[in-house]
């Protein structure tokens, strides 16, 4: 059977834990912590071990630390007492699941969030995966290319690389690192400008407005996501698909 692999957050889901977690969470802290936070993960990202940047656990306990504040409680048992809303399970991913599974399609969840913490949060919001790839579970992220490659290992498929589609919504992380294993990629572009919905899918990448948006979209998830080390000599991401939303993408598939 086929494999596609879904990126989580931005992708099927509306980023569940930092609405539903991490905003009460945080509620109380100043922005100067925040503002630590975040540049702990960008530092954490661009080191020798980018898979502790996505230690959120971690990133709590160092930051009480430095700043002097109560420790923090743990995600998963803070994660326990508030709701996960089903409206955070964008509209399409549902039906787009139920029809790829139809057509036999097996289904992994790409993750860059630990699997401990994403599982969790598919589970509460009652989102299937067949298999977790994670920083957590492949000891790489994305867009290392280990990341997709360890699939085999973790499925016990040999053939798991074969035609294998990884989705999501990040180009310097999803698209790049399905470029780097050799597998096809798809960038869900849910914000896609009304006339570029008009292209057809499969001229999408070919079509000069859309480059443009992937160079500047480039530059953007690099400001607000962070680079992995300096190791980006391969840009611009290459997607085969470019697609408004996941149903979108089953039709072409």
């Not at 849910?190 to 480039?218: C, D, G, N, W, Y």
């Amino acid at each position: 059977m086929p494999w596609i692999s879904f990126d989580l957050d931005g992708t099927i889901c509306d980023w569940p834990f930092n609405k539903a977690v991490f905003s009460p969470m945080r509620a109380h802290l100043e922005p100067k912590v925040l503002e630590a936070m975040r540049q702990e993960y960008f530092s954490r990202l661009g080191s020798s071990d980018p898979v502790n940047a996505f230690d959120w656990d971690g990133i709590h306990d160092l930051t009480a630390t430095r700043h002097g504040l109560p420790a923090f409680e743990k995600i998963l048992e803070f994660a326990a007492k508030v709701d996960f809303h089903p409206e955070l399970v964008y509209a399409d991913t549902q039906p787009a699941l139920e029809k790829l599974r139809a057509k036999g399609w097996k289904i992994a969840c790409g993750t860059n969030g630990y699997a401990k913490y994403q599982g969790y949060a598919l589970t509460r919001l009652g989102v299937q995966a067949d298999v977790f790839i994670a920083p957590d579970t492949v000891n790489a992220c994305k867009p290392q290319a280990e990341f997709l490659k360890r699939l085999p290992e973790l499925t016990g498929d040999t053939t798991a690389l074969e035609g294998l589609i990884h989705v999501g919504d990040l180009l310097t992380q999803d698209v790049l690192a399905a470029n780097r294993a050799g597998a096809k990629s798809a960038w869900v572009w849910r914000e896609m400008p009304e006339f570029m919905r008009e292209i057809s899918v499969l001229e999408r990448t070919q079509h000069k407005s859309v480059q443009a948006a992937i160079f500047e979209q480039t530059a953007h998830e690099f400001t607000h996501n962070g680079k992995l080390g300096s190791s980006y000599t391969d840009l611009p991401p290459k997607p085969d698909f470019v697609v408004a939303d996941l149903l979108e993408l089953v039709s072409v598939l």
